[in-house]
């Protein structure tokens, strides 16, 4: 049979590719002209309730569960239960009539299956919302309320219950909090446990076997179709048609009933059997519902691949075989018709089938403009670092903005971290923000084989992507605030949501930058190849922002040197609103320092402070300290290096590495050196050394954006022995530093004082958010 299939697989691929898209071009020739049908709008009754529980031979399980049913429905006289028995050899059905008199028995004299029980039990049904559930189903006592009240939205199809094991040791593989999406040519579904979501969320599907449903839109969309039978996938069936009629499936946790998993399917059927169904079922899927050839197209390579792959490595699950191809081709004439008539049906395309039960979309999709006013917006921000304690540039500006932007809107924050003994630390945002939720990134391996940069595949994270989604609904937020390029993976399609991404740095120009400071030949062509990476990512990504913060217009300057002369995203570039510091935090000191000390500071995760510090001790400090013996470099920063590499300056260099207060240092040293030689972006560390008054001398690149004429703010300089040259000339001549160092403060106050920049942030954002809704008539005309 294996060999027979092999030869005759290319056929059934020719022929199941040249079916759906002669199918297609006769749909467009024929209904390409006629809208589909009006989605039903009308509103069901949710006053009560018809509970649907097909049955096949499970006598056992109606005993020990139909009873948590009868009693959690017996308030509501108007309420009623059906079971459907499909054919029983166990007298299921004998027993329900002379056990349980007040439920109605639906007995049918053939084996229907899961579809067609259910849905002659929809057919039976008396009122508008029907709860199917499984036989081996245990409801809460209060179980139905809550779904009852998803009903209110006359687009709602669907309301999911949560779902417990009967057995807490068991692995959680089914909640109700169903999630899919399109990944290598084919669907893939999941259930997520979430206990941040009380109350109503969107969801990818309603179970079968745990939802309730609005029977007259069930019925317009054909029921449960028996192409999929004899069991698994209707339901998702059902739901992404749902979605591509315009309807609404929700999820609702406070609607709780507990499951035997494959209580009835497992005792019939082997692991094997159920395996050959879904494989077969999830190819039907796709040939039905898929109408964008750019989804199905890959769909038939990566199915037929994955087929052949099995036949010479190994049958896998979720990964198809030629079985599984043979019984779906097996069927190709019915899921014609089922694709026709659910072309005919739907309303929105499959991109946006896939996007709306993700809950920012959903949140953006539905944004309903009478209820959207509120006089605080609401911003998400999310990094992909810990926040706090800020030991980096980039970890000082996120704290003093979120500090800032927290009295002027309504702030939640998303942070990855590293490990979860930053989590403590980070409890801190929550005393000034409206939430916080933190995320430990587990590592990921680097892959040269990838198109996407290394420095964003390590941020690739689905959990982090559905807490975004989540997030977005829950606070009704209204701006996606993204730190640093890696995020910018997470700019998605909002109408009405503005999302906004902060470059610390250009990613790509720090790459550029350091590539002469790489340590051998392999390093500098991997760096050459991570560069061409992302030029192509960062500039494709960019396009699809609302707004492009970065730093200086140094920064912007470079980075429209890249685009079209004429284009949206120039437009776009913003600089002098997020790059600053709490000025009134430090204290200016110019006098009173430790006489001949110099600081460098820098966290040494960063590449370019390592790079910096070996240029400064290697080529700048022995001309210091030949010149000025008792001078004497100190240290500073996270994940300082270790001292033995530079164990023939030891005299003259002191490593202190993290201090909990990095004003400390800014007012006791006589003089700040930033050499820094590659790298993009804004250094924080010469904003707060300007506040401090300590005086400075720095490369040009170090002090890009800050000072463009030497002396005005700082001594700059870029050759080792310019470099030492000033330094001394800080040491011999005070006054002039103090001068110098003045000028600097007056700068720092004037132009980068962070409650002035954050109050200008805040209008930037206003403007997004109308400029993103035109037509609204209720948002403010500007901040409040």
Known sequence: MTVFLLLLSPLMLLAAVLSLALTD??????????????????????????????????????????????????????????????????????????????????????????????????????????????????????????????????????????????????????????????????????????????DLFPCFYGGGGSCAFDRRKFLELGGFDELLAPFYLEDTDLGYMAWKRGWKVLYQPRSIVYHEHRGTIGKRFTDSQIQAVLKKNYLLFCWKNIHDWRLLAPHFFFSYGGALLSLASGDVPGRANLDGWWRAFRQLPRAIRSRWRARSLAVVDDAEAFRRPLGGYFRDRFWDDRLEASPTLRVLFVSPYPICPPIHGGGV??????????????????????????????????????????????????????????????????????????????????????????????????????????????????????????????????????????????????????????????????????????????????????????????????????????????SFRHGPNVVALDWFVNEVLPSIVARRPQARLVVVGADAPPRHPYADRAPAIEIRGFVEDIRDPLGRYAMFVCPVRSGSGIRVKLLEAFASGIPVVSTRLGAEGLARQDGEFCWLADQPEAFADDVLRIFDDQPLAAEMAARARAEVVANWDMAAITARLVESYWDAVREKNPTSTTLPRGPL
């Open 25 to 198: 071009l006769l749909w467009r020739i024929c209904g390409a002209g006629s809208p589909p049908a009006a989605a039903s709008q009308a509103a069901p009754l949710p006053a009560s309730a018809t509970v649907v529980i097909p049955n096949w031979n499970g006598r056992d399980l109606l005993e020990q569960y139909l009873p948590s049913v009868v009693a959690a429905l017996s308030n509501n006289p108007n309420n009623e239960i059906i079971v459907v028995d499909n054919a029983s050899e166990d007298g299921s059905a004998e027993f329900v009539r002379r056990a349980f008199p007040q439920v109605n028995l639906l007995s049918l004299d053939r084996n229907l299956g899961f579809g067609g029980g259910s849905n002659a039990g929809f057919s039976a049904a008396k009122n508008d919302i029907v709860v199917l559930l499984n036989s081996d189903m245990q409801v809460s006592p209060d179980f139905l309320p809550p779904l009852l009240e998803g009903f209110r939205d006359e687009r709602v199809f669907a309301v999911s219950c949560q779902i417990f094991f009967r057995d807490p040791a068991k692995l959680r593989e089914e909640t109700g909090l169903t999630q899919g999406w399109w990944q290598d040519g084919g669907l893939k579904v999941r259930h997520r446990a979430d206990s941040g979501i009380a």
């Open 397 to 602: 500006f996120m704290y003093q903005t979120l500090r800032e932007l927290a009295k002027l809107a309504t702030v939640h924050v998303v942070a990855m971290l590293d490990q979860p003994s930053q989590a403590p630390a980070q409890e801190e945002l929550r005393s000034f923000c409206a939430s916080a939720e933190f995320l430990v990134r587990p590592p990921t391996p680097a892959s040269l084989g990838s198109m996407r940069p290394h420095a964003v595949s390590e941020f690739a994270n689905d959990d982090l992507d559905w807490l975004i989604h989540r997030q977005i609904y829950l606070h009704q937020i209204d701006v996606v605030q993204l730190e640093y390029t890696p995020l910018g993976q997470y700019v998605r399609a909002y109408r009405h949501i503005p999302t906004i991404l902060f470059e610390h740095d250009i990613y790509f120009q720090s790459i550029a930058r350091g590539l002469a400071h790489m340590p051998g030949t392999l390093a500098r062509i991997k760096a050459r190849y991570e560069y061409l990476r992302a030029l192509r990512y960062e500039l494709g990504m960019l396009r699809r922002c609302d707004r492009v913060q970065v730093c200086t217009r140094e920064n912007g300057d470079y980075l429209a040197g890249f685009l079209p002369r004429k284009g949206a995203l120039r437009d776009r570039l913003q600089a002098g609103l997020r790059a600053g510091i709490d000025t009134a935090r430090y204290d200016f000191s110019p006098g009173g320092r430790e006489p001949d000390t110099m600081l460098f500071l820098g």
